[in-house]
């Protein structure tokens, strides 16, 4: 005995309506949105949209403390701009060896059309002196040829990203395995 499902014709076109009136992605949002203490971490940063319709042309990614080691991945057709500083602190890194200062900012230069997605990606290592447990954000601010997005607003304690108009993409820090 074989089973068919059929659908009714207006549920189905509901389903497909529902569908195509969920919104291209709001925000610039990282890929993979846990990360293990004292590993690598390979953030992937996905923009799905320009300002308004406008092209993106600028994307800037802060790095928290305790995120060291950068190493963007270089873009066809982008510029990449790194801006390197003293850490908060010193970290503990591969080998005994001990990081002082590392990428604080990246940049990159390009262009994406409004009606593309793309991902920037950067290699990190994710310092085993932070809390498991605790939330860390990425502040992005998106350029575009007319507009910005500043992706930057962090939730209050207890709050939630859901709750902001433009909020910073973040990770949460998982235990040692």
Not at 41 to 67: E, M, Q, W
Not at 95 to 106: D, F
Not at 118 to 145: H, M, N, R, W
Request: glycine letters at 8%; aromatic letters at 10%; hydrophobic letters at 40%.
């Amino acid at each position: 005995m074989t089973f068919r499902m059929q659908y009714p014709l207006p549920a189905a076109a509901l389903a497909v309506s529902l569908f195509a009136a969920i919104p291209a992605q709001a925000h610039v949002t990282l890929e993979t949105r846990t990360a293990t203490l004292g590993a690598p971490y390979k953030a992937v940063f996905k923009v799905g949209h320009g300002c308004n319709g406008s092209p993106t042309t600028k994307l800037r990614i802060r790095l928290p403390d305790g995120v060291i080691a950068a190493k963007p991945m270089p873009k066809p057709g982008w510029q990449i701009e790194i801006e390197s500083g003293p850490y908060d602190k010193a970290y503990s890194f591969f080998h005994g060896a001990t990081l002082k200062e590392g990428v604080k900012t990246i940049t990159w230069t390009g262009k994406l059309d409004d009606k593309f997605y793309d991902e920037f990606v950067v290699s990190v290592f994710i310092a085993d002196s932070l809390k498991a447990g605790d939330t860390i954000y990425f502040p992005v601010v998106q350029e575009c040829e007319t507009g910005v997005h500043r992706w930057i607003e962090i939730p209050k304690a207890g709050g939630s990203s859901h709750d902001l108009k433009e909020p910073a993409p973040g990770i949460l820090l998982q235990p040692k395995t």
